[in-house]
Every structure is written in structure tokens, then in C-alpha cells.
């Protein structure tokens, strides 16, 4: 008797392996979806009526109207997205005499991109791929060439300057009212040639390149205006409670969209049920070890999004999420989404809070860092 | 004949002459020469002997004479000749022991060779002529004969060339000898004069500087045109007293002091190295290839001279100016050797002109990379004092040097590794790369291979069996491209077949096995309820008797009860109604109706009884009696009052257990208690359910049992039949419903959860998964919902399946109490997500499974390992071991 016969490599199609245990095949991941309500209906009939949402509705798009960018803004982020395109452009096509570095190809991603962006962050961000590696005399020369010619277009313009100042992703062109942040990649084929000294980071250079999938699976799939909603909502929730901080905007984009799109019927869900949603997954474990999580869909097979989170921060992002989850139920959706201030700016995840006499308290960290490792490995590919 | 014919063909063969056929040919062509009607002395006979020695002469020699008389003559000389050489011989012998290589100098065969080899076909024909044969040898007298037989097996002279000059005052015969290991032309010219050996040594030393020049001319010269201007040698032929000390290695071009340094040199490591770089130039890719090979960084200048590459003009220079380039100068002066113009030649030589020529047009000047890498390091003045190049990692002082390094080879590779990819830097093929992209390429031969024949392996196996399922599957789709659940996550809603157990399953289970009642408790439960059951229908009947007595007589009562026990059912054991009513009784009920009918229609087992949920310590359960109208106080005493007496009767005089009937007037039930079990019995009617009419009520007002618990029971029969039907049949519901009571026992935050409204719950998370939960999931996943605000009042509550109405099975919760269960839930869950999951049950952890996963991988370990400590396996994990490794090793390791 041979255990495991039903998930060896017999039952996997297209595998040759006749009967010869799987050796260094990794284990199929056999991990299950979080519980959510909104999927698990028929088994939870509603037994009385749904409670009034308006006042959380009005709140959600009253905050979401203060996270909007001002038209000013906007137009101020568009043009100095304009103007840096043109340059890099030029530089792809006809680089002259500029020898610091090749490019390939030059994209626009993120916020901007993806229609997302906060209001008081003025920041867009290009990735620039380049052709040659990127060393960090190559950023160093490609910011002063952009600087350069953005300055001519700048001054042809009679607008005001810009100063381009490098750091450890690329660099960011800096006007008066806007910023873009050129993020520096390069090739795929050349990833396994960087070297960390000579080099930008490879993982900076890798999720810049990430960023690029990141923004066309957005662009075909998640461009629902709700979703774009909640993201703002969410991106702004996390980043004012600390456990949240660590999540990263492609989680959240995945989560909103998760949230938003994926319910029986597939269509855009209310934004009051939507936002409940989001905050009852990640109390209900969407992002702990041994949850299957939310499928990145633009990684390889099987990779979960909050992968990318260390445990601990796992374990305080859920945390985080489980008290804000009371807190709203207890009607504080005001504090949680920052409509007010709690008791001067203090993360109300963190504070012991009354509501009509009911106390909602935060919740210990349940990871340590024990002696003994706790490989979650075998927890979670099993 | 045939040796002829093998002599013939061999000459137009050339280099071509096999091994395999040189003993042989040689061996017939022996024989011929001695042979009496051999004519054949005119021309050379060759002997091969096995001792690894060699002789040639020249017959020509005795051209003078008759062919016939200078046959016996010519051995003569031979042997004598030999005894002279042997000495020599057995030298370079020892030298170059080795195995012969192909033939190293091409051009010089495809020259030499050639001109020699024309006119033997007119020895050939006119063998039986003297006028001929002398025609012969005199047309082959400008230039020389030469022979070269390459054999690399057995022989220890591999290449042999023999010159015969008849004409020649001199007598000469020129040997030539390519000994195999130095692979350069190493020749000897021998003079038929017998004896003098003197002379032959001083003629070997002369002879080899000679050849070695011929063969360095060679390419540009062509020996045959070096040969002509003097037939005299004249140099060769009166070789200066200093030649013979001179001992001149042509592929290092040294001298060296004597022939002991010489031989030294030639078998030291410097000149094999040098020699097999030749060689190999050589074999590459034929003439050419030497220049080519040594040449292959474009726009480098080469000295002729030296044989040295140099980069750049400055490295020329200074070459040139060196004092190594001098010395060479210096010995080749001395020898006479021409000596190249100083002008540097660009590499690949005269030959490559035409390559080279593109590489210039490809590439006219190689561009320096990488100016923004290399930082000046500057003294106070400004000045720059030296350069650092951060991609290399090296410093200059000399601009010019930086210039160089930013063109050097070097440098560019660092440029490509590091900076741009895709440059092109020209590689210097060396001995080891070129083994290793030999290396490579076998292996991908290999490789492809492997895949073609898996490929194949495929398509004849497991192709043909899988569409053969498929077939006789008809339609049936396998269940890995099953349709998609509506949502994309993997795994859910997928029959995966057995799962091995995680550690939270192993955890769930072995709480499960603590907390489960043990044997001896189950069968006081048991007891205890069995004889109340019996005792309830036998009371039944005695009420039944007593409202008809005047029809019935007391017999029928015993008959009845032997009918109950003809049906089998002796009490309620399979969680049904145990309905008092005998068969016959129940048409006789409808069809006299005049009689009034049993006041106890049955019981049935509820709560945690019927379901199962008995947990470790638990000792009170509950039966539910149905009567056939609304249940009264008065009935309620009667029972009380008579069921001692039934229960004493039921379970046999002088046994064990002492009942304790109770009457709880208030519950609306009678409580049946012994040492260890507490049986309720309620009383209740479906008539109760039915909305009373107020004169109903106003008329038993007094008398009727309470009506909400009458009602509760009620309940309570619908729980148990809804948990019979839903619940039990989930896998793991039941294991998880019996861990959530122990919870609620232990932790006050659960405490308010009812176990009917837990049982909806543990119910619909089980039922939503969409596919069987193992134990540790389901609780997780009872977890996850309850930290997900299932149960918060926002949430759709619990709809009880019981009542036709809406009904929250836990709308009485106050929030206080569901935002600490909440909590708790969330606390638990990232628990049991951090591998925590003891404390979410309160038990010691357990070990980790040794053999959880790795033994599925390698079961050779795990059967091994496995005997080691079968004892102490933790779990039930070592009996499926056992069976494993029974059917592995089919019982031979089974003491």
C-alpha cells in the first residue's frame, strides 16, 4: 500500500513518471480558500433583516471623495508623466551620443497608471527596462541625462525646474507640484547576471518588473471603477493602522478586486459589502500560513500573494484586521476610515475602545519566534 | 606485386598511409628487395621491425653498379648503417615514446611529398630496366624522394621521410625523420658512407637546423624553392664547427647549450606545452588555423620572429625593443635564419588577408567601453595621479595604460558581465573552454536523446493506455479537469481522494480521543436510558390496560408485550421514536373509537444522546415522551408514582443499579437517576404545537404542564431528527461539534454559544466547504468564519432549519457576549495558523509526525528508521508503517 496514491505523480496528467515517487517535484499545494460568507450563502440563510449599511455606504464615499486626487493634481502628475516619457522615449529610440546605459522599453505603472492614486501623493512611477545592466553609474547617468532634457522641455515650457536625485530603486524627478518616480530594471535574461555590489538590488530590479505584470493584469481585469474605490479605501485604511503598513499595494489591489468582483454572480458587488468583505477575509485568515490565500495571478503557479509578508507580519496584519472588524461592527467605521481622528491620531487597532458598553479590545500576537523553528512549509504544502 | 601496388598507392595516398597497413606492406616490400628478381633495389626499401627501429636507404646510392649486383650490397650497407645509427636511434626512441599524432606540418607534406612521388610510377614501370631506373632516380634528382607513413599504433617511428639525391656527389641520402612527439620537422641526413660515423653525428646536428629552417620557410618558401638554388647545400654539406653545439628548438625558438639541454628542454613541460598549441593550431583547421587560432583578437600585431602576439602598437614596441625579441635576433643571426622585417605583422598572417579584412570591416577599431567606471583618483592639485577602474578592479597611473585597459579584453568581459550584456568580446579559445563546450554539447546530445526516447515512451505507453481510459470512460471526465468552482480559488471543490493527515489533524484527533466518553460510560448511558425506555412501555401499557379494562381483558397485555418483543425493538438504541403502540393496537385505535387511546404514544432519545455528542463526564441525558394529548400535571404524578415499580420490574430483581425517580414538576419532566447517569424524561404532545384556542387553555389551565417546555421538547425531537439527517453525515462535523462542547466547557467566551446554535454552525461551515474536510480544517475553518463576524450582529444570524418561521438560533446572544467569541475565534485562529493549535485545545503538543511526509518520499528510510522505534510511534501512524512494510519486504524482515 502506498500512501498518498491519490495526489502522487500518477494522478498528475502529463507526467511521465510511471509509478516512480515524485522525487524533487514540490508537493502539490493542497490549501483551502478562507471561509467567506458571501460565497458560503446557501449554507448561512439570512434569518433577519440586514441591518441599515447607509450610514457606512455615505461614509465609504465621502472618504473615498477626500482620497481623490484634485483634477490640479492630476493634470500636474499627467504632464510631468508627459514630459518624462517624451524623454525616455527619445533616449529608446535615439539614444546619440548617450552611452551610460541602453533601454528597452519604457512603461508607466502603478497608482497613476492604474487610476488609483491618493490625493497629497503626487507621484507616478515609469520603470524603465533597460537593455544594458543596471549598475548603479547607469541610473546615475540616465538621471542626469532625463534631468537634463526634461530641464530644456522645462524651460521651453517656462515652467519651473526639476531636480532628479538617485536611490536604491532608480530615481525620482521632482517638480513643484509632482513627482515621477523612474523605477530601473532591466532585462529579464540578464536577472541572474546581477551582482549585489556592482548592481541595483534583484529583488528591487525583480519587482519592478513585477510591477509591469502587476499593472497589465490590472488593465484587463480590475479596471471596475468599485474596485479602484476600495482600493483607495483600503490602501488608505492600511496605511494609518501599523499592522496593516506591510502590506503592499499589489496585495491590496488583489484583495479589492477579490472582494469587489469574485461573488457567484460576478457582478461588481455594493461598496458598504465589499469593504465588510475585505475586512472579514483578512480577520478570517486570507493572508495567514496554511490559508490558500488569493493566487497571484501573475507569478507562477500557485503562488499566494501574502507570501510576500514575513510571518509575523502575517500574524499582525490579521490581528489588525480581526480588531478593526469589531471595531466597525460596533459602528467606529468613522475612526476606522479615518473620517476622525481617534483620540488624536492613536491607531485605534491598538486601543482598548467602548462602544454602547460593549468593550472591543485588541488581540495578542499569536506568532513567536520560538526556539524550536515552526515550519509552516509542512503546513503549508500539505 | 601487391607491395608494389601498396607502395604505389601509398606514395599517392601521401599522408594517408594507414598503420593498420604499414607492417604488412613494409613486411611484403622486404621481401621483395632481397628477392632475386628484385630490380626493385633501384628504389628504397624500407624495413619495419617490431624492435621499434627503423631503416631507409637509398639503393640509388649504388645507382653506379647494376641494380642486380647492389641488391646483396645495398643489405650490406644497410646492416652497417645500422650499426652506426643504432645509438641515435635507440635516443630518440626513448624520447618520443609515445604514440604518433597525424602529421603536424601539412604544408610541408603537401610540397615535399608531392614532386618526390611523381616519378616513382616511372619506377614502377620500368623496374626491369637499369637505363629506366636511372631515368628514373635522375628525374627525381632536383628534388628529393620522401617518405612518410603515419602509423600510430604499434609503431614507435611514426613518420619517416627519406631524400634521395643519386646524383650527387656526395652521395647523400637525406632522412628525414618527423619523430611524433615534437611534431616539428626533426630531420636527419644521412651520407651512404659507411662507417663514418664520426661525420654522422656532425651531419644529424646540421641536417635538423636545416630541416628546421625548411619547415619554417616553409609557408612562404615551399621547400622545393629553398632546395633549388644550391643542390650543394653548402652549408648543410660543411657544416660550421659551432653548428654542432648549437642544438636550436624550432617550436620555442631557443638554442640551448648541448645536446643533454637540448634533449632536457625538448621533454620538459615548457615545450610540450608549446608544442601541443602548435599541434592543435594545426589540427584545427589546417594551414591556416595556426595564425588563425593565434591571431583571433582583431587588430593585434604579431611578431614573426618570436612567434608572439602583441595587443597594440606600444606592446609591439616594446617588445621589440626586448631583450627577449634581441636574443632571438641574435640566434637567428647566427644561424642564418632570415629574419622576418621588424614590421609587425597583423595577425593571421599573409593567408588571412582576406579575413581579416572583414573583421576590419566589422570592427575597425574597438571601441573603449565603459569610460563612466573608471575614476581618477586626483591629487590635491587636480592633477590625475591614477585611475581605478571599479568594474575591473585595477589601477593605472598612465592614462595611456587606461586607454589600453578600456580596449583589453578584459576589461570588456568585466564590461559585458557587468554592464551591457550583449557586447561583443572576442574569446580567446583555450584548451579548456574548448573542452567544455565539447562537454556541453555531448551532453545535450545525451539529453535530446533521453528526451526522444521518452517522447517515444510516451506516445507507445502511456499515450495509448490514456486514450484507451478515455474511451472506455466515455464521457466521464477525470476529475482534475472537472468544472471549475465559480470561483478561482485551487482545491476547493475538488474531490482530491485521501489527504494525508497535517499536524492540526493529528492534534484535533488525539483531543478527540480524550475527550470521548470512555466503554464504561457509554454502557451506564446506555442502561440506564435502555431500562427507562422499557420501563416508560411497560408503564405505557399499564396505562393503556387500565382506561380499557372493561374490554380488554389483563391477558392481552402480556401478548402485547410479546409482540413488541417479536418486532426487536426493545428500546430506542437507533436514536428513532420507540413507539409504544403494538401493531395491532394501532388499527385498533382508529377503528374502536370509542376507546380512548394510549396516553403514551412513545419516546424518543434527544440531545446529546441521540446525536452522539456524549463527551468524557457528561451524565445527564434526555428522553422525550410523546403523549397523545397535551401532557398534565396528573399524568406527569402518575408516572412518577409507577415508574419505580416498572423499572424494578424491567431490569430484573436484585440488580445493580438503584433508580431514583424524581418529579420535576417545573421542567415538566420526571428525572430517572442512578450512581452515574441522569436520564430527564419530558413529557410532551404535538397537540401543544397547534395554536391553543383560548377555552383549551382556560379548561387545563391548572393541570397542563408548562407549555414552553413542552414546546422545548418538542424542539428538541425536531433537533435531533434535523442532526440525524444534516449534521452526522458531514465528515468531521461531528468530531468538530464534540471538540467545540469541550471548548465551551473550558473557555468562558464560549460558553454562550447554545449547542444547537453551535451545531448550525459547525453544520453549515462543514456543508460550505464544498468537499470533505479533514478535522483539522474543518476547525480552522469554523475558526476562520467566526472570526470573519459570522455570528456579530451584522451577520445573517442563524437560521434554524426547525421553524417554519425565520428564527435566529442564537438571537438571544447580547453583543458583549459575541464580540468576546469573536475574539476568541480570531485569537484561536491565528493560533491554529502559527501551529499553535494545543493551546486552542489545551493539550501538550505533539511530537511532529516522523514520518509524515519524508518517509512517502524515500521508503527505504522509513522502514528502516521505522524498526528502530516502532515502540514508540506516537499515534496510529506506525501501524499503517507496519502494514507497508509488510507488503515491501513481503514478511522477510518480520522476525
Redesign the interface.
Known amino acids: 500500500?502506498?500512501?498518498?496514491?491519490?495526489?502522487g505523480g500518477r494522478?498528475?496528467?502529463g507526467r511521465?513518471g510511471?509509478g516512480r515517487?515524485p522525487?524533487n517535484r514540490p508537493?502539490v499545494?493542497?490549501?483551502?480558500?478562507?471561509?467567506?460568507?458571501l460565497?458560503?450563502?446557501?449554507?448561512?440563510?439570512?434569518?433577519?433583516p440586514a441591518?441599515d449599511?447607509s450610514v457606512l455606504t455615505q461614509a465609504l464615499l465621502k472618504r473615498h471623495t477626500e482620497l481623490c486626487p484634485s483634477p490640479t493634481d492630476q493634470a500636474a502628475v499627467l504632464s510631468l508623466v508627459t514630459k518624462l516619457q517624451t524623454v525616455l522615449d527619445n533616449i529608446v529610440v535615439a539614444p546619440g551620443e548617450f552611452?551610460?546605459?541602453?533601454l528597452e522599453e519604457v512603461r508607466q505603472v502603478g497608482s497613476y497608471k492604474k487610476g488609483t492614486m491618493m490625493a497629497g501623493k503626487n507621484v507616478a512611477d515609469i520603470v524603465v527596462i533597460m537593455?544594458?545592466?543596471p549598475?548603479k553609474?547607469?541610473v546615475e547617468?540616465l538621471s542626469n541625462k532625463v534631468n537634463e532634457e526634461v530641464n530644456k522641455l522645462m524651460k521651453a515650457e517656462g515652467s519651473g525646474a526639476v531636480v532628479s536625485a538617485c536611490h536604491e530603486r532608480g530615481f525620482t524627478v521632482t517638480g513643484t507640484s509632482a513627482a515621477v518616480r523612474v523605477l530601473i530594471t532591466t532585462l529579464h535574461?540578464?536577472l541572474r547576471?546581477i551582482?549585489p555590489d556592482?548592481?541595483l538590488d534583484y529583488k528591487v530590479i525583480s519587482s519592478h518588473l513585477a510591477a509591469i505584470r502587476h499593472s497589465r493584469w490590472f488593465e484587463e481585469n480590475a479596471h471596475h471603477s468599485s474596485s479602484k474605490v476600495l482600493i483607495r479605501l483600503l490602501r488608505d485604511m492600511c496605511s494609518r493602522h501599523s499592522g496593516l503598513v506591510p502590506l503592499t499595494p499589489w496585495m491590496i489591489d488583489l484583495l479589492a478586486h477579490h472582494c469587489i468582483m469574485?461573488?457567484?454572480q460576478r457582478q461588481a458587488l455594493p461598496i458598504n459589502v465589499a469593504f465588510?468583505r475585505a475586512?472579514?477575509?483578512m480577520?478570517?485568515?486570507l493572508f495567514?500560513?496554511?490559508?490558500?490565500g488569493l493566487?497571484d495571478p501573475c507569478e507562477a503557479a500557485?503562488s499566494r500573494a501574502h507570501t510576500a509578508l514575513d510571518?509575523a507580519a502575517?500574524?499582525l496584519a490579521?490581528?489588525t484586521a480581526?480588531t478593526l472588524?469589531?471595531v466597525v461592527?460596533?459602528g467606529g467605521h468613522l475612526y476606522v476610515l479615518g473620517l476622525q481622528p481617534f483620540e488624536g491620531g492613536k491607531d485605534i487597532s491598538l486601543e482598548i475602545t467602548v462602544w454602547?458598553?460593549?468593550?472591543?479590545?485588541p488581540?495578542?500576537?499569536?506568532?513567536?519566534d520560538s526556539p524550536e523553528p515552526?515550519d509552516?512549509d509542512?503546513?503549508d504544502s500539505? | 606485386m601487391m607491395a608494389a601496388n601498396n607502395y604505389f598507392g601509398f606514395t599517392h595516398g601521401g599522408t594517408q598511409y594507414g598503420a593498420a597497413t604499414a607492417s604488412a606492406a613494409y613486411g611484403g616490400q622486404t621481401g621483395y628487395a632481397v628477392a632475386p628478381a628484385a630490380t626493385a633495389a633501384t628504389y628504397g626499401t624500407q624495413r619495419a621491425a617490431a624492435t621499434g627501429y627503423d631503416t631507409a636507404y637509398q639503393a640509388a646510392a649504388a645507382t653506379q653498379a647494376a641494380a642486380h649486383a647492389h641488391a646483396h650490397a645495398a643489405v650490406a650497407a644497410a646492416s652497417a648503417y645500422d650499426a652506426s645509427k643504432s645509438a641515435y636511434y635507440q635516443q630518440a626512441a626513448a624520447a618520443y615514446p609515445t604514440a604518433a599524432p597525424p602529421q603536424p606540418q601539412p604544408t610541408y607534406d603537401a610540397s615535399a611529398a608531392k614532386p618526390a612521388y611523381s616519378t616513382p610510377a616511372s619506377y614502377a614501370q620500368g623496374t626491369y630496366s637499369q637505363g629506366a631506373a636511372q631515368r628514373g632516380a635522375a628525374a627525381a634528382k632536383p628534388a628529393y624522394g620522401a617518405v612518410y607513413s603515419a602509423t600510430t599504433a604499434t609503431a614507435s617511428y611514426p613518420t619517416q621521410a627519406y631524400t634521395a639525391t643519386p646524383a650527387q656527389t656526395q652521395k647523400q641520402i637525406g632522412r628525414m625523420v618527423l619523430p611524433t612527439r615534437t611534431g616539428s620537422a626533426l630531420s636527419t641526413a644521412k651520407t651512404t658512407n659507411r662507417g663514418n660515423t664520426a661525420y654522422d653525428t656532425a651531419l644529424y646536428n646540421a641536417a635538423s637546423m636545416y630541416v628546421a629552417q625548411q619547415s619554417k620557410a616553409a609557408p612562404g618558401t615551399g621547400w622545393k624553392n629553398y632546395k633549388t638554388p644550391g643542390t650543394g647545400q653548402p652549408r648543410r654539406a660543411k657544416p660550421p664547427p659551432k653548428a654542432q653545439q648549437l642544438h636550436y628548438c624550432d617550436v620555442c625558438r631557443i638554442s640551448c647549450a648541448g645536446p643533454q639541454t637540448y634533449k632536457e628542454h625538448l621533454e620538459g613541460q615548457k615545450h610540450k606545452k608549446k608544442e601541443a598549441a602548435v599541434k592543435l593550431a594545426a589540427a584545427g583547421g589546417g594551414a591556416s588555423a595556426a595564425g588563425g587560432a593565434r591571431g583571433a583578437a582583431g587588430g593585434a600585431l604579431r611578431c614573426e620572429l618570436c612567434d608572439v602576439t602583441c595587443t597594440g602598437a606600444d606592446a609591439y614596441a616594446a617588445h621589440v625593443r626586448g631583450i627577449k625579441h634581441q636574443k632571438v635576433v641574435k640566434l637567428h643571426t647566427m644561424l642564418g635564419k632570415p629574419i622576418p622585417s621588424t614590421e609587425p605583422t597583423k595577425v593571421g598572417g599573409d593567408k588571412e588577408k582576406d579575413e581579416e579584412k572583414e573583421d576590419d570591416d566589422a570592427e575597425p577599431e574597438v571601441q573603449p567601453v565603459g569610460?563612466?567606471?573608471i575614476e581618477e583618483i586626483r591629487a590635491d592639485d587636480g592633477k590625475a595621479l591614477s585611475f581605478n577602474c571599479?568594474?575591473c578592479d585595477c589601477k593605472f597611473n598612465d592614462p595611456n595604460a587606461k586607454e589600453m585597459h578600456m580596449k583589453g579584453r578584459r576589461h570588456r568581459l568585466q564590461y559585458k558581465?557587468?554592464?551591457?550584456?550583449?557586447l561583443e568580446v572576442k574569446v580567446k579559445p583555450s584548451m579548456h573552454q574548448r573542452k567544455l563546450a565539447e562537454a556541453k554539447a555531448q551532453r545535450m546530445m545525451v539529453r535530446d536523446e533521453l528526451w526522444a526516447r521518452?517522447r517515444m515512451?510516451?506516445v507507445y505507453?502511456?499515450g495509448i493506455e490514456?486514450d484507451e481510459r478515455m474511451y472506455w470512460e466515455g464521457g466521464i471526465e477525470?476529475w482534475?479537469r472537472g468544472p471549475h468552482h465559480?470561483?478561482?480559488?485551487?482545491?476547493?471543490g475538488m474531490g482530491?481522494?485521501?489527504?494525508?493527515e497535517?499536524?492540526?489533524d493529528r492534534h484535533v484527533l488525539t483531543k478527540h480521543a480524550e475527550i470521548y466518553p470512555g466503554d464504561a460510560q457509554l454502557q451506564h448511558i446506555h442502561r440506564a436510558v435502555a431500562h427507562t425506555e422499557r420501563a416508560l412501555k411497560s408503564l405505557s401499557d399499564a396505562l393503556a390496560d387500565s382506561a380499557r379494562q372493561k374490554t380488554v381483558p389483563a391477558k392481552t397485555k402480556v401478548d402485547d408485550k410479546k409482540d413488541d418483543k417479536a418486532d426487536g425493538k426493545e428500546d430506542g438504541r437507533d436514536n428513532q421514536l420507540f413507539s409504544f403502540l403494538a401493531e395491532g393496537e394501532q388499527a385498533g385505535s382508529t377503528s374502536t373509537a370509542g376507546d380512548a387511546p394510549r396516553a403514551l404514544k412513545g419516546v424518543m432519545r434527544v440531545g446529546l444522546l441521540a446525536k452522539g455528542l456524549l463527551l468524557k463526564g457528561d451524565r445527564d441525558v434526555q428522553l422525550v415522551v410523546l403523549c397523545h394529548d397535551r401532557p398534565t400535571v396528573t399524568l406527569l404524578k402518575r408516572v412518577a408514582a409507577d415508574l419505580p415499580h416498572h423499572l424494578a420490574k424491567v431490569k430484573g430483581p436484585g440488580d445493580e443499579p438503584k433508580y431514583k425517580v424524581e418529579l420535576l414538576p417545573a421542567e415538566g419532566a420526571v428525572q430517572v437517576s442512578d450512581a452515574h447517569v441522569g436520564v430527564l424524561v419530558s413529557l410532551t404532545s404535538a397537540v401543544v404545537r397547534e395554536p391553543a384556542d383560548g377555552g383549551d387553555i382556560k379548561r387545563d389551565d391548572k393541570d397542563v404542564l408548562p407549555r414552553q417546555k413542552c414546546l422545548d421538547a418538542l424542539a428538541a425531537l425536531r433537533h435531533a431528527k434535523w442532526f440525524q439527517a444534516r449534521a452526522a453525515t458531514l465528515q468531521s462535523c461531528v468530531i468538530i461539534i464534540r471538540i467545540l462542547r469541550d471548548l465551551c466547557r473550558r473557555i468562558p467566551n464560549w460558553t454562550p454559544l447554545n449547542s444547537y446554535a453551535m451545531e448550525l454552525l459547525t453544520?453549515?461551515?462543514v456543508?460550505?466547504?464544498g468537499a470533505a474536510?479533514s478535522p483539522g480544517?474543518a476547525l480552522?475553518?469554523?475558526?476562520?468564519?467566526v472570526?470573519?463576524?459570522?455570528l456579530?450582529?451584522?451577520?445573517?444570524?442563524?437560521?434554524?432549519p426547525c421553524e417554519k418561521e425565520?428564527?435566529?438560533a442564537l438571537?438571544n446572544m447580547p453583543?458583549?457576549k459575541r464580540?468576546d467569541l469573536?475574539?476568541s475565534a480570531?485569537?484561536f485562529?491565528?493560533?491554529?495558523?502559527?501551529?499553535?493549535i494545543h493551546k486552542v485545545l489545551d493539550m501538550e503538543p505533539l511530537p511532529?509526525a516522523k514520518h509524515?511526509?519524508g518517509a512517502?518520499?524515500f521508503?527505504r528510510k522509513r522502514r528502516r528508521s521505522n524498526t528502530d522505534n516502532e515502540h514508540d510511534a506516537p499515534n496510529g501512524e506506525g501501524k499503517?508503517v507496519k502494514?507497508?512494510e509488510k507488503?515491501d519486504c513481503s514478511d522477510t524482515n518480520k522476525k
Open positions: 500500500m502506498v500512501r498518498g496514491i491519490g495526489r494522478g498528475i496528467p511521465g510511471m515517487p522525487f508537493r499545494l493542497m490549501l483551502r480558500p478562507p471561509f467567506d460568507l460565497l458560503a450563502e446557501p449554507a448561512f440563510p439570512r434569518c433577519k441591518p449599511d552611452a551610460a546605459c541602453q537593455k544594458t545592466l549598475t553609474e547607469a547617468g535574461q540578464n547576471k551582482e556592482v548592481h469574485n461573488n457567484p465588510r475586512l472579514s477575509l480577520a478570517g485568515g495567514l500560513p496554511g490559508c490558500a493566487p500557485h510571518l502575517q500574524d490579521a490581528a480581526q472588524l469589531r461592527a460596533r454602547d458598553g460593549v468593550v472591543v479590545s488581540l495578542a500576537p499569536a506568532y513567536n515552526m509552516t509542512d503546513k500539505v | 569610460q563612466d567606471y571599479k568594474l558581465k557587468k554592464v551591457q550584456p550583449d521518452r515512451h510516451d505507453g502511456q490514456e477525470p482534475w465559480h470561483h478561482h480559488h485551487h482545491g476547493m482530491y481522494g485521501r489527504r494525508p497535517t499536524s492540526d453544520a453549515g461551515v456543508q460550505s466547504a474536510l480544517e480552522r475553518r469554523l475558526m476562520e468564519a472570526a470573519g463576524g459570522l456579530l450582529e451584522h451577520g445573517p444570524g442563524l437560521r434554524d425565520l428564527v435566529d438571537g453583543p458583549q464580540e469573536t475574539a480570531q485569537q485562529l491565528r493560533q491554529i495558523a502559527f501551529r499553535q511532529k509524515a511526509t512517502w518520499k521508503p499503517i502494514t507497508e507488503s
